[in-house]
């Protein structure tokens, strides 16, 4: 069964501070699907990116950025010049094509003004 | 815009009540998911619906029943409502269509007491 890791449970940064929040990953498959969502306060979880495990590109939108790299299982995840509104948790997944979709446990980022 | 909206965001009730929390999406996803969501715990896999009158079992499914009678809809039940039930729940829905396959949306989550 496919597994994801997300070591840092919590981590606090000062604002314009840039952070990588690590996701590590385990499957047999070839063909999967990568993702970050963000869960502010409210609770509702934001649909950040979705990468298929055929597409080594990392990508790049505004301030947010992914490096995915299959040699190390890994699809981290990078702010830079950190704001006080991307405090939240952060969660990995992954998804084989059975659809069914893995969470890594989060990891909670605070900004600090 | 993907829209799944969840028919309360908090609520409250007793034990042994029979609960029924409601998910409605607008996008024609033939995929439906409930989670609950529990400090520590991450993200849990109750049941989910790949069509009309299908289910499936998650990881979690004891003490949930699921029904969706219509494409749009997705129910989640707790038939007995028990204080290990408290917690978040959260719909989300899915579709088959190339580019977006396997990218799950997400309502704002039901936040439930039972007391």
């Known amino acids: 069964a496919q597994k994801v890791t997300q070591a840092q449970t919590e981590i606090s940064v000062v604002e314009k501070e840039d952070v990588t929040l690590d996701c590590v990953y385990e499957?047999?498959?070839?063909?999967?699907?990568l993702f970050w969502y963000k869960q502010p306060p409210s609770g509702e979880l934001v649909f950040l990116i979705r990468r298929n495990s055929f597409d080594e590109q990392n990508e790049i939108s505004g301030r947010y950025s992914w490096n995915f790299q299959k040699s190390t299982s890994s699809f981290n995840f990078t702010i830079t010049a950190s704001q006080v509104v991307d405090s939240a948790v952060y969660f990995c997944?992954?998804?084989?094509?059975?659809?069914?979709?893995?969470f890594g446990a989060g990891t909670r980022l605070t900004v600090k003004p | 815009d993907v829209k799944v909206t969840q028919s309360s965001r908090y609520l409250v009730k007793r034990t042994g009540e029979k609960v029924f929390l409601e998910c409605v999406q607008d996008m024609d996803h033939e995929n439906m998911f409930w989670y609950r969501q529990d400090p520590g715990l991450g993200l849990r896999l109750i049941y989910f619906s790949y069509d009309v009158k299908m289910k499936e079992k998650g990881d979690i499914p004891e003490g949930y029943s699921v029904s969706r009678e219509k494409k749009e809809r997705f129910s989640l039940i707790l038939e007995s409502a028990s204080t290990n039930q408290t917690s978040m729940y959260l719909c989300a829905s899915s579709t088959w269509a190339a580019g977006d396959t396997d990218t799950q949306y997400f309502g704002p989550g039901t936040r439930l007491t039972v007391l």
């Open positions: 499957t047999r498959d070839t063909t999967y699907y």
């Open positions: 997944a992954l998804s084989e094509e059975n659809n069914d979709m893995r």
